[in-house]
Nanobody
Framework: QAQLVESGGGLVQPGGSLRLSCAAS????????MAWYRQAPGKEREVVAQ???????SYVDSVKGRFSISRSYDKNTVYLEMSSLIPDDTAVYYC?????????WGRGTQVTVSS
């Protein structure tokens, strides 16, 4: 059974918005710092945003002011609200703990920003 399941990706025009969701098992979610990562073609996977158990957040500079990470304690879900999307945001987006656990990498969800 998958511990983390990402959803919400898709094709969006530049300037558009998307909301990603990551449904987590209680064992993974409880007490953990969670993060969204992304991997663009030909590039290394990078952490985009993270949120502690107490909901303190941090972001990579390239998405500050455009992305917002949050978590729902009753749904064991982590969200990534993305706005003002640009083509450089095109990537497969994954969620995982931070630091990441190898066994929790899922399939991710594809985000494509293109006109």
């Amino acid at each position: 059974q998958a511990q983390l399941v990402e959803s919400g990706g898709g094709l969006v025009q530049p300037g558009g918005s998307l909301r990603l969701s990551c449904a987590a098992s209680l064992a993974v979610f409880r007490g953990s710092t969670m993060a969204w990562y992304r991997q663009a073609p030909g590039k290394e996977r990078e952490v985009v945003a993270q949120i502690t158990w107490r909901s303190q957040t941090s972001y990579v500079d390239s998405v500050k002011g455009r992305f917002s990470i949050s978590r729902s304690y009753d749904k064991n879900t982590v969200y990534l609200e993305m706005s003002s999307l640009i083509p450089d945001d095109t990537a497969v987006y994954y969620c995982n703990t931070h630091p990441p656990a190898q066994q929790f990498w899922g399939r991710g969800t594809q985000v494509t920003v293109s006109s």
